[in-house]
């Protein structure tokens, strides 16, 4: 899934790598990663999971769930304002499988959702835009987005102060992708400000999260230990026996990574 570095070097016969996750960053950034094709791992079981983290994380945000869980820590009765799910505007940057799966059950939710990617196109019933000229008016009018973006050159850090400052002020955001999309240091100034109102991270920078890192304690933060969507072995294994099966016979294999692109 998520091999060391190096670890792939010195195998004369190797074929394919088929990965058993679908994000492949760190076997893309292995500069001795061998010259055979990379298959990455797209299941709808996982995009499954990814689409119930979502969920969760965005009506928590939506009905200020992770407020009212302070306020029963203080034990303080307080009912906070009531927003209307087709009031809110969720955007997801990236409608690839994980995407894709989210933005069609948030809509059934009744909420606003648009997706943002790279090259366009279309997917009935979602709206979307490309491109970073589009992403800046889109970040203005966001009450919660969700990154669901691959870790490439292009996207490594997209979440920073320059974004931040983009959002509707008070925004809610949900990093479920990579650490590496994140500048820890800016969303720690935007919490603060409380342009950024609350963030519901599962992936860090470095992993495990440090034990004296600020998220773990901040009220502001909701931390998951990468968990939004874990490979689910029953199903993965049958999709890498079919990978297998069409390597063996000479067929076209499935979910190719394309190495130039990074995801
Ligand atoms: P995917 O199917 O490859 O989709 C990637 C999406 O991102 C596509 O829509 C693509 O646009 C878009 N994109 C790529 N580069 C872009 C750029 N520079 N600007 C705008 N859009 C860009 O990926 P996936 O399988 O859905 O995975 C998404 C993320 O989830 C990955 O980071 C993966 O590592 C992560 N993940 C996390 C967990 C977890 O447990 N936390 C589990 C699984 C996966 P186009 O459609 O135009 O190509």
Do not use: K
Not at 73 to 97: I, M, N, S, Y
Not at 187 to 210: G, K, W, Y
Not at 243 to 262: C, I
């Amino acid at each position: 899934a998520n091999p060391l570095p190096g670890s792939l070097q010195g195998l004369p016969n190797l074929r394919l790598i088929q990965s058993l996750w679908a994000g492949v960053d760190r076997l893309l950034n292995d500069p001795t990663l061998p010259d055979v094709p990379v298959a990455r791992m797209v299941d709808p079981a996982m995009s499954a999971a990814m689409a119930e983290t979502a969920l969760w994380a965005t009506l928590s945000l939506h009905r200020r769930f992770y407020a009212y869980a302070q306020q029963q820590h203080a034990r303080e009765w307080q009912q906070l304002p009531q927003r209307r799910a087709d009031e809110l505007q969720v955007t997801l940057l990236g409608t690839g499988q994980m995407g894709r799966a989210c933005a069609m059950r948030l809509l059934a939710l009744g909420y606003r959702v648009t997706g943002w990617n790279l090259r366009g196109g279309t997917l009935e019933g979602l709206p979307l835009e490309h491109g970073m000229d589009a992403l800046w008016p889109l970040l203005a009018r966001s009450d919660i987005v969700i990154n669901l973006l691959p870790l490439t050159a292009q996207t490594s850090e997209l979440l920073d102060q320059r974004f931040f400052n983009a959002l509707r002020p008070g925004a809610g955001l949900v990093n479920l992708a990579r650490g590496g999309h994140l500048v820890e240091a800016d969303l720690l100034r935007a919490l603060a400000s409380a342009q950024v109102s609350h963030a519901v991270l599962d992936v860090f920078r470095n992993e495990p999260l440090p034990s004296d890192h600020p998220f773990w304690s901040h009220p502001q933060v909701t931390v998951l230990p990468h968990v939004a969507a874990a490979t689910d072995m029953r199903s993965a294994a049958r999709i890498v026996v079919q990978n297998l099966r069409a390597l063996r016979d000479a067929q076209p294999l499935s979910d190719l990574v394309e190495r130039s692109r990074g995801y």
